[in-house]
């Protein structure tokens, strides 16, 4: 059985930081892409990073590139996600999610076109006050 529980959110003031942690379980992030969705209250999901299980490089999304910054332990199949510069558009909901290692990064950072597959976490909420 695949598990995957993110920690790590929480309240922040602009400009502030955090650092989400997801630990998966029942899978190996060698055979999949794996990365982290937000969503906001009333807005479709939003891929922000992954780490493409095909080339083992990072891809972002244009929203944070710059101020998010992933990183993995595979023996642990642990990854984490550095978040600084926060603004309050950055306040959702952060899902840790697995797809195909063959799925092009394009494909996992635009969630809509796979929300319904893939292996997801029940998600962390993430405030950040101005």
């Known amino acids: 059985e695949v598990q995957v529980v993110e920690s790590g959110g929480g309240l922040v003031q602009a400009g502030g930081s955090l650092r989400l942690s997801c630990s998966t379980s029942?899978?190996?992030?060698?055979?999949?892409?794996i990365g982290w969705i937000r969503q906001a209250p009333g807005k479709e999901p939003e891929g922000i990073v992954c780490?493409?299980?095909?080339?083992?490089?990072?891809y972002y999304g244009h929203s944070v590139k710059g101020r998010f910054t992933v990183s993995s332990d595979n023996v642990k199949n642990t990854m984490y996600l550095q978040l600084d510069g926060l603004k309050p558009e950055d306040t959702a909901v952060y899902y840790c999610?697995?797809?195909?290692?063959?799925?092009?990064?394009?494909?996992?950072?635009?969630?809509?076109?796979?929300?319904?597959?893939?292996?997801w976490g029940q998600g962390t909420q993430v405030t950040v006050s101005s």
């Open positions: 999610a697995a797809g195909e290692a063959q799925w092009a990064p394009g494909v996992f950072l635009t969630p809509v076109l796979w929300k319904s597959q893939g292996y």
């Open positions: 780490i493409s299980g095909s080339d083992g490089r990072a």
């Open positions: 029942g899978l190996t992030f060698e055979e999949h892409t």
